[in-house]
């Protein structure tokens, strides 16, 4: 008990110079990866654009913005976010720098290969990097009690959810389109800052057979055996100090005063005795019995 702080804060610490390293690893990674599809980047756009100047100044935009998604990317994930904006606008800029790399290079899959791959490996580094930040946090957050705001949905979940839908439009077309087009009218804006109201529910019609109960309806039914026995167990016997072993021979003989099977009635009173020691409600004892 006296070494779980000490043990969790030297884990805590060790995880953020491992993370240190981590970024700066990716520091060096996107340094490199940023000079060497430069030189990609900036021969197709010279040739569109015979400035020099214009064209280094354009052959760097996609690796900026790539590094400028990614450091939010990190700071969102430092507190638990999921950053979803941030890293697919990161990837998407490495997407560009990837097309301009491979319109740059030579035919064959070799030469594209060389020319594609510091972008690959960057993309692929950086949005992991983002989602071990996240966790380190998350876990952080659990370790220390913090509350976590709500995050959005991941990537992931929001393809997976993109896939059912597929699946669903594949399978039941008429109902899938029915909904999208019910939902797009309900949540999309009429006008700026304005939706279209709700339609009212229709009220239910009036039933006067469901109104009116009958007499006998109203008159408390008779508690069951089973309701009997733990009532009568009760207030004989504190259950919930009572040894599991001797529920058997109680129940056995309360049993035979409300006419009730041994089998039922050690099978009832036992998980009885055993939901009020462990603190749950019995399922058992809750419902209304009908027995007569």
């Known amino acids: 008990m006296t070494t779980t702080a000490p043990t969790t804060r030297h884990s805590v610490d060790r995880g953020r110079a491992?993370?240190?390293i981590a970024m700066t690893a990716l520091a060096l990674l996107a340094a490199a990866a940023a000079t060497v599809s430069w030189d990609a980047q900036y021969l197709l756009v010279r040739h569109v654009k015979h400035a020099p100047?214009?064209?280094?100044?354009?052959?760097?935009?996609?690796?900026?913005?790539?590094l400028i998604f990614a450091t939010l990317g990190i700071?969102?994930?430092?507190?638990?976010?999921h950053a979803v904006r941030a890293r697919t606008l990161n990837v998407a800029c490495v997407g560009i720098s990837l097309a301009m790399n491979a319109l740059a290079s030579a035919p064959g899959w070799r030469d594209l290969a060389v020319w594609i791959?510091?972008?690959?490996?960057?993309?692929?580094?950086?949005d992991t990097l983002i989602g071990v930040v996240r966790a380190w946090a998350v876990a952080r957050a659990h370790h220390t009690g913090q509350a976590l705001a709500e995050v959005d949905a991941t990537p992931m979940a929001m393809l997976g959810g993109l896939l059912l839908w597929l699946l669903r439009l594949a399978m039941a077309p008429a109902s899938t389109i029915a909904g999208f087009r019910r939902w797009v009218v309900e949540e999309c804006p009429i006008a700026p800052g304005r939706k279209a109201p709700r339609p009212a529910s229709r009220p239910r019609p009036y039933r006067a057979s469901l109104q009116v109960k009958p007499a006998h309806a109203a008159r408390p039914r008779p508690p069951g055996k089973q309701a009997q026995m733990?009532?009568?167990?009760?207030?004989?016997?504190d259950l919930a100090r009572l040894p599991v072993n001797k529920v058997s021979k109680i129940a056995n003989?309360?049993?035979a005063e409300v006419d009730l099977s041994p089998g039922t009635a050690r099978r009832v009173l036992l998980a009885h005795v055993r939901a009020l020691q462990n603190g749950c409600p019995d399922p058992d004892t809750t419902r209304t019995e009908t027995q007569p």
Do not use: F, K, N, Q
Request: avoid cysteine; charge should be positive.
């Open 18 to 20: 491992w993370l240190r």
């Open 53 to 66: 100047a214009i064209a280094a100044l354009e052959a760097g935009i996609p690796d900026a913005g790539a």
């Open 75 to 81: 700071a969102l994930a430092l507190h638990a976010r």
């Open 117 to 126: 791959m510091p972008s690959a490996v960057y993309a692929v580094a950086s």
């Open 230 to 237: 733990i009532a009568i167990a009760t207030g004989r016997h």
């Open 253 to 255: 003989s309360i049993g």
